[in-house]
């Protein structure tokens, strides 16, 4: 692997116009990732996922190079019906698209960033892959008490004109003071066997509020890891929903630190898998000063020999005295193959704190089915039912309704 | 000044600190194949045992310290310490109490357990381990007319090599981690229990370890087998003289039970903690592992550990007969400097398994407390129920509280049920109790015991007494 992502390297920095500090730190990241490798299970954090051997197992040799010179033609066919927005589409890895146009121009600023480093904390050698191999990061940057009019979708497309690629991303977001966005994660896969990285860095000043949904839902045979990384200044407030169901192997990572007093962070996440997927989330919630929030609830139903793991870690820093931490992951087995794996950790330094997680997975329950059958139900009718409902409470929590009515019809949940 | 007062200013110190002036032989110091024999040779051992020691000692080599427990420390210089010291007068050992050293006879007395009155008063069978060796174990003849062999381990290889040989090993093999390895390669001494088929053991079976000597590691290894239809309750106390360095605890513990036998395990840890300042203390770093082997069988593990400098063990139970269930109910308590890594792992198998961990820890002063456990659903395992629940207790704002579960479950007609919670005294509960007379430390007594009360109840009256006793002590001095 090691000569391919020398090549591929030196083929991507060659088209780009880079000074020379740029291409050193960018080879450094190169070094450190040919030296750690894709993550695997001895690490603690990849302890349930063993991202080297999935590579392996379904995409084999992998290249990190794409030429990134012809355009792509855009398919408005994939946009979101029905709800008016703004769009960035990704197509291949390649920005094709960026717009804006429900909003006031002088009020969002788009930075080419794209000689910064990601360095985050509690990441991986994912990061320096990231950092390596991304060609164009922006920053989007919220201006001043501006709140978008229109939620943005984050269009990402793949079609088969890839095979067995890397495809790396970066997006940097900052929301100023009093701003809002509402942001959708929407992918859109037509290919197979392309390994996805993706990074987002989000930066919340006071009072700012970031709804954050990530929605994976269309059937492909692709690989996904995405990063958030979140800092809250003080009375912001980040909402950040996962639906992870399509791809046939996704981890999403978050890691927030809640920095301001009265800062609150919510992760709500469905797993809905089937066949042979293994999804996982990982959330890490540092709370750094006092008076801070935070909710997570994650709910996963699997059928066949799918495979759901949710890592959540609460830490409470000596400071963050009035910390109000709270985690619950269900998960419903159908299938004799299914497996749920749940690590739910509490890492705490202060007294005056309400903490808690709860963990619980098991069958449907038979007694409910059974009531329900008894009032006239197929068994077939009464298992949906149930279903619907277990899913239903974590939609629920999601804020926006015009987004949740959207995420409603995607999952086919009624109410 | 009332009574409470009084004991507690008593205990307040480390009472079990002193040391006992006793003539001891050593083994050479350090750690290699001659130190291995002189042990074997000393305790006169088969040729197997030797062969199992040193079978373990060659994996032990190739092994690595592990480093991913919470609470660090400086690194165990394995060669510095004298893996055999025993009394002098054990050399012959004395065929009865009689014979023992008054030295150690006055020693344990000191500790509580006056070995000679305890054979007649009270009903517990003793068998106390001082150092490596094994000095007396009481109420031998009658648990012989029962069939029950209670003995130290290095009788039982002499006496029972075929049951020895059989179990030993067959739950922590010496392929397993690098503490537990360790022990098979230099354990000295420990007890040795065979409840025979269809027997209620009519008392309850007690070990009392003791670290006298400096610069010894203490490796006891424990073999407790209850064969089909049987019942055994077993209690283990430890303490350890105040001394400035870290002295090593690395012991084995393993429990089988077969059909329809049970197996109550209670430990009640005080192994000296070290002083306000962190400065030495025992590093309690023991394997304890129980296999339900047999159809409907029981093994349950109680503690409580208020003692040690680091704590670091997760009594385990696998559970591979159909319809067996598996037990833990924990109390640790770190104060000052003290850190404790400890849980449990319950491995589900057999079908129809099911599991219950009650975990409860308080950390004041400066400690770090971390319950890390694993509960493990495998396919096979239809029918099975877990249900854990850990709460935290934390006085003080320079003490932590960590909870670290892995819950895996891969079959589909199997629950699971976790729950955790951290939090501090609250406020309203401590003002109701003061309200009504009770000084402050006495409130916070009062409701850590009710926050403890599930575990407690679950020991033997004797123990349950020290224990709540033990609780209120091991906090003295962190509500302010």
């Known amino acids: 692997m090691k000569e391919q992502l020398q090549k591929d390297f030196y083929n991507s920095i060659k088209n780009l116009s880079l000074s020379q500090k740029d291409i050193e730190i960018k080879k450094f990241c190169l070094d450190s990732f040919i030296d750690k490798g894709f993550p695997n299970k001895k690490e603690e954090d990849w302890k349930f996922t063993d991202l080297n051997q999935i590579i392996k197992n379904n995409i084999g040799e992998l290249s990190f190079y794409n030429d990134q010179a012809s355009t792509n033609k855009v398919d408005t066919s994939v946009f979101v019906d029905g709800l008016e927005h703004n769009k960035i589409v990704f197509i291949n890895g390649r920005i094709e698209k960026i717009d804006f146009e429900y909003e006031k121009k002088d009020q969002i600023e788009i930075i080419d960033q794209s000689e910064t480093i990601n360095e985050f904390e509690n990441s991986n050698s994912l990061s320096d892959l990231n950092n390596a191999f991304t060609n164009k990061c922006f920053k989007i940057l919220v201006k001043k008490s501006y709140q978008l009019a229109k939620p943005l979708i984050i269009y990402h497309t793949t079609n088969s004109k890839i095979w067995s690629k890397n495809i790396n991303l970066r997006l940097n977001f900052e929301l100023d003071k009093d701003s809002s966005l509402r942001l959708i994660d929407l992918f859109n896969d037509t290919s197979e066997k392309n390994f996805l990285n993706i990074f987002y860095n989000f ?4 009072n700012a509020v970031l709804k954050n949904y990530k929605v994976d839902k269309f059937e492909n045979k692709n690989i996904k890891y995405s990063f958030n990384n979140i800092d809250q200044d003080k009375n912001s407030i980040s909402e950040t929903f996962i639906l992870s169901s399509g791809s046939n192997f996704s981890k999403n990572e978050i890691n927030c630190n809640l920095n301001g007093v009265y800062a609150s962070a919510f992760v709500n996440g469905v797993f809905s898998l089937n066949n042979d997927k293994h999804h996982e989330i990982r959330s890490i919630i540092n709370h750094l000063t006092e008076n801070t929030k935070s909710y997570q609830l994650i709910k996963s139903v699997l059928e066949q020999s799918s495979k759901a793991v949710y890592q959540g ?11 109000d931490g709270y985690q619950l992951s269900k998960a419903i087995l159908l299938n004799k193959e299914s497996e749920f794996n749940a690590k739910p950790e509490l890492e705490i330094y202060a007294d005056d704190v309400k903490c808690s997680h709860g963990s619980a997975s098991g069958s449907l329950n ?18 949906e039912l149930l279903i619907n409902g277990f899913l239903l409470d ?3 929590k999601i804020t926006d309704s015009e987004i949740k009515n959207l995420i409603k019809n995607m999952l086919g949940i009624k109410e | 000044m009332d009574n409470r007062q009084k004991e507690i200013n008593n205990l307040k110190d480390y009472k079990y600190g002193f040391s006992t002036d006793i003539e001891n032989i050593q083994a050479p110091k350090g750690l290699n194949e001659d130190v291995i024999k002189f042990i074997s040779n000393i305790k006169k051992e088969p040729a197997w045992m030797l062969e199992f020691r040193l079978k373990a000692f060659e994996r032990f080599k190739v092994l690595k310290e592990p480093d991913w427990q919470k609470p660090k420390f400086p690194k165990i210089d394995y060669q510095d310490l004298y893996y055999y010291s025993a009394p002098k007068s054990m050399k012959d050992k004395p065929k009865s109490l009689d014979e023992l050293d008054p030295k150690l006879l006055e020693t344990y007395k000191k500790l509580g357990i006056p070995l000679q009155e305890q054979a007649r008063l009270n009903g517990i069978a003793v068998d106390a381990v001082f150092d490596s060796v094994s000095v007396a174990t009481t109420f031998k003849d009658e648990l012989t007319k029962q069939g029950i062999i209670f003995c130290p381990i290095s009788e039982a290889i002499q006496n029972h090599p075929e049951l020895v040989k059989k179990y030993l090993g067959s739950v922590i093999p010496t392929s397993d981690h690098f503490f537990a390895t360790l022990n098979s390669a230099v354990f000295t001494d420990g007890s040795f229990v065979y409840i025979p088929e269809g027997v209620r053991c009519p008392m309850e079976l007690s070990t009392y370890f003791r670290i006298n000597a400096s610069n010894t590691g203490q490796f006891e290894r424990t073999l407790i087998i209850a064969d089909k ?19 090593l605890h690395a012991a084995n513990v393993e429990l089988i039970a077969l059909d329809d036998a049970e197996i109550k395990y209670s430990t009640v840890q005080n192994w000296y903690p070290g002083d306000q300042d962190g400065k030495g203390g ?5 394997t304890k592992r129980g296999l339900c082997k047999g159809k409907n069988s029981k093994i349950s593990w109680t503690q409580v550990e208020t003692g040690s400098a680091i704590t670091w063990k997760y009594p385990s139970c696998i559970l591979k007969g159909d319809n067996s269930v598996g037990e833990f109910y924990s109390i640790a308590i770190t104060n000052n400097h003290q850190k404790a890594d400890t849980g449990t792992k319950m491995i589900h198998l057999g079908k129809n398994t099911k599991s219950k961990i009650i975990s409860k820890g308080i950390s004041a002063g400066s400690s770090d407390m971390t319950y890390r456990g694993l509960v493990d659903i495998s396919s096979k395992a239809k029918n099975s129920t877990n249900y854990t629940q850990c709460d935290s207790l934390l006085m003080g704002n320079k003490c932590g509280a960590h909870t670290v579960p892995y819950i895996k479950n891969k079959n589909s007609e199997s629950n699971i049920a976790h729950e955790a919670t ?3 005294i609250s406020e309203e509960q401590l003002h109701y109790c003061q309200q009504r007379g009770l000084n402050p430390e006495e409130a916070v007594g009062l409701i850590v015991n009710g926050f403890c009360k599930e575990v407690l109840q679950q020991l033997p009256m004797e123990f349950a007494v020290e224990a709540q006793k033990l609780v209120g002590i091991s906090l003295e001095g962190s509500v302010g």
């Open chain 1, 203 to 206: 930066e919340l000043k006071e």
């Open chain 1, 313 to 323: 870690k609460i830490f409470v820093n000596s400071d963050a005295q009035k910390t």
């Open chain 1, 366 to 383: 038979e007694d409910s089915i059974f009531y329900l059958m008894s009032r006239g139900l197929s068994y077939q009718q009464s298992r």
């Open chain 1, 394 to 396: 974590v939609v629920e």
């Open chain 2, 229 to 247: 239809g049987s019942y055994v309750s077993y209690l283990e106390g430890c303490t350890a003289p105040m001394r400035d360095e870290n002295q």
């Open chain 2, 282 to 286: 025992i590093y309690n770093f023991v």
């Open chain 2, 422 to 424: 951290t939090s501090k």
